[in-house]
C-alpha cells in the first residue's frame, strides 16, 4: 500500500486558507520567530473545593461552576497564548464543559442515575431493585496483587487483619459513582488566545462530584507564553 502526503507551502496554505481565517493570526501562532521571543508560562494550582455539607459520603451529586477560578488562575500567570488544563483528582468526580445553569445540574444527576443507577446496598440505592456491582463486594476485597499494593502504598497494612477490617469499613458501596465520573471524563483543555479563554457564550468549565458531599481537589494549569 503506497501512502500519498502532500506538503503544502505557505504560499499555498495562504491560498487555501478557510474564508474568515486572518493571515496575520496564521503567521503569528505558526512562524518560529514569534514565539523565540516570547517569555513561557507554566503555572499549575491545586484547588481546594469545601464540601457542600458536613457528614460522611452519601452519593450526593453536585456540580460546581470552576469560571471564577480558572479566571483567576489564568490573570495571575500573565498568559497570552496558549492553554488551560484542569484535571480532576479523584475517581468520583469529573470535569465538564457545558451551561452552568441550575435546573440542567438537576437534570445531570437524574440522567446519571438512569445510566449508572446505585447498588441496593448504598446509601441511596432501592432495596430489591436488584443492582449489583462487583466493586461493591467489600469482603471480598483487595482481590489482587496490584489493589493490596496501592492500599499499602496509601498507607493500609491490609495485611493486618484488624487494619483489613477498618479499611472496608470505610470504603464506600459505590461503583456507580465510579462509572458517571467515567463517562463524563476527568479533565478538559481550554485554548487561550491574546488572554482570552476560548469558550462559548454559555459554556463553563465544571466540577461534577458523583460521590458527596466530602471536601475534593482540582489541579488548574496555565501553559503556554506570556
Not at 491560498?15 to 493571515?23: L, N
Request: aromatic share 4%.
Amino acid at each position: 500500500m503506497m501512502l500519498l502526503v502532500t506538503v503544502l507551502s505557505s504560499t499555498t496554505w495562504h491560498a487555501m486558507r478557510p474564508a474568515g481565517v486572518c493571515a496575520s493570526r496564521l503567521s503569528r501562532s505558526t512562524t518560529m520567530s514569534s514565539t523565540i521571543d516570547r517569555e513561557s508560562v507554566c503555572v499549575y494550582e491545586q484547588l481546594v473545593i469545601p464540601s457542600p455539607a458536613e457528614g460522611p459520603p452519601a452519593q450526593e451529586i453536585t456540580v460546581v461552576d470552576l469560571m471564577p477560578h480558572i479566571r483567576r488562575v489564568l490573570a495571575a500567570s500573565g498568559l497570552r497564548d496558549g492553554s488551560i488544563n484542569i484535571i480532576s483528582r479523584h475517581t468520583t468526580t469529573a470535569i465538564t464543559i457545558n451551561e452552568w445553569e441550575n435546573r440542567l445540574a438537576c437534570d445531570l444527576r437524574t440522567w446519571l442515575l438512569r445510566l449508572a443507577p446505585p447498588d441496593d446496598r448504598s446509601e441511596i440505592g432501592v432495596e430489591g431493585a436488584g443492582v449489583s456491582y462487583f466493586h461493591n463486594d467489600i469482603e471480598a476485597r483487595p482481590d489482587s496483587e496490584d489493589e493490596r499494593q496501592r492500599c499499602l502504598d496509601n498507607g493500609w497494612d491490609v495485611e493486618n487483619p484488624a487494619e483489613l477490617e477498618r479499611w472496608r469499613d470505610q470504603e464506600p458501596i459505590n461503583a456507580h459513582s465510579h462509572l458517571a465520573a467515567m463517562m463524563l471524563g476527568s479533565s478538559e483543555v481550554v485554548p487561550v488566545v491574546d488572554g482570552t479563554l476560548v469558550l462559548g457564550q454559555w459554556q463553563s468549565v465544571m466540577l461534577v462530584d458523583v460521590d458527596g458531599p466530602r471536601e475534593r481537589t482540582v489541579g488548574i494549569q496555565a501553559v503556554g507564553f506570556k
